[in-house]
């Protein structure tokens, strides 16, 4: 069964996410931004969500965690939570 690990940055507007998205290209920290700016527990640990198999999170995000890049920041991501910069740092297949 495939798996993945991602980290995530979570917030409530599509400007606020793509606003963090350019600080994130143009060579910020990922980690930083998300402990900074993230509505999600997870922002303690800097996005890190660990691992997980396909169905494990919401449809939209499972999209592009098994789907995308590898490596990349991907988003926004709009789900019922808010929107989502998603950076998957490993998968299997």
Do not use: W
């Amino acid at each position: 069964m495939a798996t993945a690990k991602a980290r995530h940055i979570l917030v409530s507007s599509k400007e606020e996410c793509d606003r963090l998205k350019d600080q994130i290209v143009n060579g910020e920290d990922f980690a930083e931004i998300a402990k900074e700016h993230s509505q999600c527990p997870s922002r303690q640990k800097g996005g890190d969500l660990g691992e997980f198999s396909p169905g494990q999170m919401v449809r939209e995000f499972d999209q592009v965690v098994f789907s995308e890049e590898v490596g990349k920041v991907h988003g926004p991501v709009k789900t019922d939570f808010g929107y989502h910069l998603i950076e998957i740092t490993s998968r299997t297949d």
